[in-house]
């Protein structure tokens, strides 16, 4: 590919993924300010009370997406970081080069709690440079590896990776670092591994608790979100069921808090079919004040 179509190649990229990712574009006089502030990351938005409530995103403007290594920009690999303030946005969309195409990093990176500036994606990570983010780096054999399949891996502010696993029987594994170093992955407990499948989870960034998703006999549908509580001794408490107010008859998972903590998102999946007769899954986006998270830890 020469180097005039590769450019060409990019630019068209770049009107695409903003056109695809904001849904909506304006003429440069039209382009409102972005309003996000640190004390109200939230601004225009009807945010919700302890009853979960349909997330409706504002619409977007190409000025809530920024090529994030304009000053260095790589045609191999490059990216856009997301400005806007809608809490399910991806942070940063990575695009990079496989032969004559190029691929975009189709999983979400989650922020760091500890740590701003690195961001991570299933058994990749990414760091803040001086001109921007660094390219994806791995996370290490330890993580890396092709007898294992990683949807969703979840980071304490201590350094604690907690990651689902599909190509083993969908299982979680946790990974702690003890004395300055990383312990290899381990399979959390029965009561957290069990039902038809265990997925996405999320640990606190305290490590209080730890949400994820989960098919089990007892519960309301095909897949709730339930909550486990760190105990005194630092073991893992009984996996809690949500409860109906979070979970349906329907699919629910995703669970994660917003960075600054204040509010649990999730999603609330249905199949659903075609005329042709093919199906296709439906999400959408809830979210609740995290306060309800207390509601369901046992009493002491």
């Known amino acids: 590919m020469s180097k005039k179509n590769t450019i060409g190649t990019c630019l068209a990229l770049a009107c695409i993924v903003l056109c695809y990712s904001c849904g909506n574009t304006q003429s440069k006089s039209e382009v409102i300010s972005n309003p996000v502030t640190e ?25 809530n997406w920024k090529l994030g290594n304009a000053d260095a920009l790589d045609m191999k690999e490059f990216y856009f970081t997301y400005t806007g303030n809608n809490p399910f946005e991806a942070p940063l969309v990575v695009y990079r080069q496989e032969g004559n195409y190029y691929k975009v990093n189709k ?5 760091n709690p500890g740590n701003s500036d690195i961001l991570y994606s299933r058994h990749n990570y990414i760091e803040r440079t001086d001109s921007g983010w660094s390219k994806l780096k791995s996370l290490g054999p330890m993580f890396d590896r092709e007898d294992w399949g990683i949807m969703v891996l979840s980071v304490s502010s201590k350094g604690t990776i907690v990651f689902d696993d599909y190509k083993s029987n969908d299982v979680l594994r946790i990974s702690r670092i ?6 290899e992955p381990k399979l959390l407990g029965k009561h957290i591994n069990t039902g038809k499948w265990t997925a996405h989870p999320f640990i606190a960034p305290d490590e209080s608790f730890l949400i994820w998703g989960s098919e089990r006999e007892e519960g309301y549908g095909r897949s709730d979100n339930y909550i486990s509580f760190k105990q005194l001794d630092g073991s893992w408490g009984p996996a809690i069921n949500m409860g109906d107010k979070i979970n349906t008859e329907l699919v629910e ?6 960075v600054d903590g204040k509010y649990l998102l999730f999603g609330r999946s249905e199949e659903k079919t075609r005329e042709d007769g093919s199906t296709y899954w439906e999400t959408i986006r809830y979210w609740v004040d995290a306060k309800i998270i207390e509601t369901l830890r046992p009493k002491q």
């Open 39 to 63: 004390e109200n990351p939230y601004l225009e938005y009807d945010t919700p009370g302890l009853t979960p409530e349909l997330f409706v995103p504002n619409e977007h403007t190409t000025s």
């Open 107 to 111: 999983y979400t990176f989650k922020h």
């Open 178 to 183: 003890i004395d300055g170093k990383r312990e």
């Open 253 to 258: 998972n995703g669970a994660r808090l917003t």
